[in-house]
């Protein structure tokens, strides 16, 4: 446990760190821009297809896809109802801390440590159906749905879509690997060394991102949307976890990896999405800052319940 929880709090010290040195002058205030262009488009993408180096697909917990798929949607449509009449800027900061969960370099971590590799398989089918949403649809529907926080609006139609998922580095990584994956093709074990070598320094960078578009500035309003986020998030994240663990049809350990997802932070491309839109960038690091920190109280009291 205490391993697990070091490395959870050395995920908040990086954010802290990239704040101060902002705060510093180390870093501009648009420094974060040059490395979110490096996680979205290398880190990313190395950290995804080393995931695939060991992955088999088993077709025996297809059901977990649809379940990270499902629980995308079901927090897209929860921000499209709480924001209704709000501002373009208001309903995009609302979706991408709603929607998403950080799986790959936040829970799998602590499933390795104290699930079995079982469940740790039902946690990466699980991450599948998440990854297609937050890696590009999402950001492809909200673009053409909602727009841009200045009133822009792409075109809604198939082509615009899946033009921004094309344009999506992560996201075509994601499935292509998948469906590498699928035909049984595996790469040859020096190009896993090198994307190991790259995606490792991928949540040290996507935390050191958000810790540079921290702000804690924060108006009465803003607070309001923070406080009514943070309160919608972990009320639907707890009983949905709570109905895995006690109502779910699956085998113990897939109820509790799948109630350890939906418990998860934000996912920490949010806030980059955020900004290609034109929303508050600031807010949405704040709000994924504390739900990392949440996550990893939450995380903590789990394990101490199913082992005590």
Do not use: W
Request: proline share 4%.
């Amino acid at each position: 446990m205490l391993v697990v929880l070091s490395k959870a709090l050395a995920f908040v010290l990086i954010i802290l760190i990239g704040y101060i040195c902002k705060r510093r002058g180390f870093f501009s205030p648009t420094d974060y821009q040059v490395v979110s262009k490096i996680v979205l488009n290398i880190t990313l993408p190395c950290a995804v297809i080393n995931s695939f180096a060991h992955f088999e697909m088993d077709y025996s917990l297809i059901a977990a896809v649809f379940l990270g798929l499902f629980g995308n949607l079901m927090m897209l449509f929860v921000s499209l109802m709480l924001t209704r009449g709000d501002t373009p800027a208001t309903k995009i900061f609302y979706i991408f801390s709603l929607a998403g969960y950080n799986i790959g370099c936040f829970t799998l971590p602590f499933a390795q440590a104290f699930l079995t590799p079982f469940a740790v398989v039902g946690l990466c089918m699980f991450d599948v159906g998440n990854s297609i949403m937050c890696t590009g649809m999402t950001y492809a529907l909200t673009a053409s749905c909602i727009g841009y926080a200045d009133g822009r609006k792409d075109k809604f139609s198939m082509k615009n879509i899946t033009d921004k998922l094309l344009h999506s580095v992560p996201f075509v990584v994601y499935i292509s690997m998948l469906l590498l994956s699928l035909a049984g093709f595996h790469f040859p074990k020096s190009v896993y060394t090198f994307t190991e070598i790259v995606g490792t320094g991928n949540p040290f960078l996507s935390m050191l991102m958000i810790g540079m578009m921290f702000e804690i500035k924060l108006d009465k309003k803003a607070m309001g949307y923070v406080k009514e986020l943070f309160s919608v998030r972990y009320a639907i994240s707890l009983l949905c976890a709570a109905a895995f663990l006690y109502l779910a049809p699956f085998k113990q350990e897939i109820n509790y990896v799948i109630a350890l997802a939906f418990m998860a932070p934000c996912t920490i491309i949010g806030p980059i999405f955020v900004e290609k839109l034109g929303a508050n960038v600031q807010l949405a690091s704040l709000f994924n800052s504390l739900t990392i920190i949440t996550s990893v109280i939450l995380f903590t009291a789990f394990f101490i319940i199913i082992n005590g």
